[in-house]
């Protein structure tokens, strides 16, 4: 993706122009992802190593909230899952950041030419705390995504003892993301006069 267009997107929720955009096209997109905590391995979170004494299991660094993260973005530009796309037979994947695999999702979208609006997601874990964390899992997430961190959102919940994440045989993790087709963005007024390659908003202009 262009920088114009991320400037297009950043800059969008600032300019009154929004309500005269009729053809966005914003879509939704949710994911869930479980590991289950064992010892001897380390506790890794929104790219963030918490101090813990058990870590979760995986393939990769089973980093439970990035990979809900990965699944909404998935979701939302209909490109399936992150099973798919890395797949856990791989051995390339092995111990891999999932941090880097968000960065790769990332690239992903844009390659469909979806501009990320927002991003929440919530974990649920008992232990351990994970409030002194949280600033940097958002820091991490939005940077991987070149996203501001008002864009990404995520929170902590226990589940008050109850089932397996109260029980800390594993944590769980739900994510929700809304993404804009940019090439309906780029047909705003704004880009009136400019040439932006033949793209669906400059064609409309031409037709009206
Ligand atoms: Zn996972």
């Keep these: ?13 600032k300019n009154t122009q929004i309500q005269k955009w009729e053809n966005i096209d914003m879509r939704v997109g ?7 905590l064992v010892e001897g391995r380390d506790l890794i979170l929104g790219g963030v190593r918490i101090e813990h004494d058990k870590g979760l299991l995986g393939h ?3 980093d439970v909230v990035v990979h809900a993260i990965m699944d909404a973005l998935l979701g939302a530009a209909a490109l399936r899952d992150i ?6 037979t791989d051995p390339q994947y092995k111990g891999i950041s999932s941090i880097t695999l968000l960065k790769h999702v990332g690239k992903l ?42 864009q990404v959102n995520i929170k902590a919940t226990t589940e008050e003892g109850l089932g397996f994440t109260g029980s800390q045989e594993g944590i769980s993790a739900h994510a929700v993301c809304s993404v804009s087709y940019a090439l309906d963005l780029m047909g705003d007024d704004r880009l009136q006069g ?12 031409t037709e009206q």
């Design 1 to 13: 993706m262009s920088e114009g267009i991320r400037f297009f997107a950043a800059g969008r929720s």
């Design 30 to 36: 949710m994911g869930y992802d479980v590991h289950k």
């Design 60 to 62: 990769s660094d089973a």
């Design 83 to 88: 099973g798919r796309h890395f797949p856990d």
């Design 109 to 150: 979208l844009e390659e469909k030419m979806y501009v990320i609006e927002n991003i929440d997601a919530t974990i649920i874990a008992q232990k351990p705390k994970l409030l002194p964390y949280i600033d940097e899992m958002i820091h991490n997430v939005a940077e991987a995504l070149q996203l501001s961190e008002d």
């Design 194 to 205: 400019q040439n932006c390659g033949g793209c669906r908003g400059c064609a409309a202009k």
